[in-house]
């Protein structure tokens, strides 16, 4: 694909972007070493041969397009590889549901390191811009990440649209229902997740606002046939589905056990996708009836979580952590709010501030339609804010109301009960939530 190069405070770089390939092409060593660099930046285990073909293979599927930033003149040894990149980043295109069904292409950053001696120098920065600047030549309206670290990437547009908290709950006597569950849940051989999970997940996809579309990695994983740390199989997990009233299956949930040394016995659970909220509850109260079992843990629950709501105890659910999870950053006011289907009308002019320029303008959102407004328009700025506010309520997953009230949002004088209003055009039928992580 492309290469360029350039000169960046501290040295010189030459910029490649390619397809990965899979470990049977004679072109492999560069996807290769991308990926080990991949691995240095996050501190994990290097050579793992199985695990790096594996992950090539899988970003093959996913249609990923990597970046890496290489020396252009390599420090002399004992310096790492020069065909290992200093810098890595990676796209790939979902969709993400914006409310009320509707789905619009996402871009997917992932994968973003900068190796510690080439840090500061700008390479984080260069490679962001250039490729949100493609993203948004493209037509794509929004991009979207995964943070380590939450003070990074507002600088570059993006905020948070969806929190999640990972929970323990208790799974003895305590743990009822208060309703009967609907449908059936049975044991699963894993292998039938290559299908079924993407085909469940499709339909939790269309239901849930903030979902993102599964890498390829999702469907491995359930299956058992994807363990993070060898790229090999996983014959720790097990598989429930739930099947509604007429047989159809519409949720799974994959588990595996801690082991005999974990006390209380304890359920890790891997993933649970719902296409609706019978197949929800219906996981659960089959998860909560594991024999020997007295506690599930699991990273990616909802903030806004129904289980607690239908429990007779709800103090059976434990929260750990609650964490911010999906980054938007619009890249197309006009394209991103065409595209929402508006619970409420109305009609605000909102004045955004973009610090890459790209989506720097006055909007006015009505009932109808989105529209660029020029400067010399005599409307007034009914809201003011950065995209990063914009994009953290687009989904829903935040009130511009709360946004307001933590000076994030300014609301003009004149039209004091703006944010609600626009809470209101934006609110989604249920609660955002996204379970891809990536
Ligand atoms: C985070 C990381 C990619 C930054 O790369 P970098 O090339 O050093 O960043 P740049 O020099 O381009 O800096 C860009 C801006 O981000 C800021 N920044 C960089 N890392 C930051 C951090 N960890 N926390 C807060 N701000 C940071 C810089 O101060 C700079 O700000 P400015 O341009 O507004 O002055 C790099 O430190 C890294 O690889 N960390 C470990 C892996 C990781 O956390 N990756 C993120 C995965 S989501």
């Known amino acids: 694909m492309g290469s360029e190069t350039g000169t960046m405070r501290g040295g010189d770089y030459e910029i490649r972007r390619f397809r990965p390939q899979p470990a049977s092409s004679s072109d492999y060593a560069g996807t290769e070493q991308w990926i080990e660099a991949v691995h240095y930046g996050f501190y994990q285990k290097p050579g793992r041969d199985e695990l790096t073909a594996r992950i090539a293979e899988s970003s093959v599927a996913d249609g990923r397009e990597l970046t890496g930033a290489y020396e ?4 002399p040894a004992p310096a790492l590889d020069a065909g290992r990149p200093v810098a890595t980043f990676a796209t790939f295109r979902k969709t993400l549901n914006v409310g009320h069904g509707v789905l619009v292409p996402a871009h997917m950053v992932t994968a ?21 600047a493609r993203a948004k030549a493209d037509g794509v309206p929004v991009a979207a ?30 743990f009822r229902l208060a309703a009967p569950v609907r449908g059936r849940v049975v044991a699963a051989e894993p292998s039938a997740m290559l ?13 849930i606002p903030g979902s993102l579309g599964r890498q390829e990695r999702y469907r491995l994983r359930a ?51 719902a296409a609706t909220p019978e197949a929800y509850l219906g996981l659960w109260d089959f998860l909560g009836s594991l024999d020997l079992i007295e506690r599930i843990d699991w990273e990616d629950a909802p903030v806004d979580d129904p289980l607690v709501w239908a429990l007779e105890d709800p103090r059976v659910v434990r929260t750990g952590s609650v964490r911010d999870m999906l980054w938007l950053r619009i890249l197309d006011v006009e394209a991103a709010l065409s595209a929402r289907r ?12 973009d610090p890459l320029g790209f989506t ?3 909007y006015r959102l009505g009932t109808a339609r989105v529209a660029r407004l020029g400067d010399d328009d005599p409307a007034q700025d009914d809201l003011v804010m950065d ?26 004088a004149h039209r004091p009960g703006a944010a609600a209003e626009l809470a209101g055009m934006l609110a989604v039928e249920r609660p955002a939530h996204c379970l891809t992580h990536f």
């Open 145 to 174: 990440l995964t943070a380590s670290e939450a003070s990074i990437y507002r600088r570059f547009g993006y905020g948070v649209a969806t929190h999640e908290r990972s929970v323990s709950v208790e799974t003895g006597p305590r």
């Open 387 to 412: 995209i990063a506010e914009l994009s953290s309520v687009y989904v829903g997953g935040v009130s511009p109301v709360t946004l307001a009230e933590a000076g994030r949002i300014q609301v003009g």
């Open 195 to 207: 299908e079924l999970a993407p085909e469940i997940f499709a339909r939790a996809h269309r239901a």
């Open 112 to 132: 973003v390191t900068v190796r510690t001696d080439h840090r500061r120098r700008g390479l984080l920065r260069r490679l962001m811009s250039e490729d949100l």
């Open 72 to 75: 252009t003149t390599p420090a």
């Open 223 to 273: 299956a058992g046939q994807w363990d993070d740390e060898t790229g090999g199989p996983d014959r720790a997990v097990r598989v429930a589905v739930h099947l509604d009233e007429q047989g159809t299956p519409d949720g799974y949930a994959a588990y595996a056990f801690r082991g005999w040394e974990t006390e209380p016995p304890t359920m890790a659970l891997r993933d649970l996708v």
């Open 360 to 362: 720097d303008g006055r």
């Open 342 to 353: 508006l619970a409420h009308g109305g009609d605000l002019v909102l004045r955004i501030h």
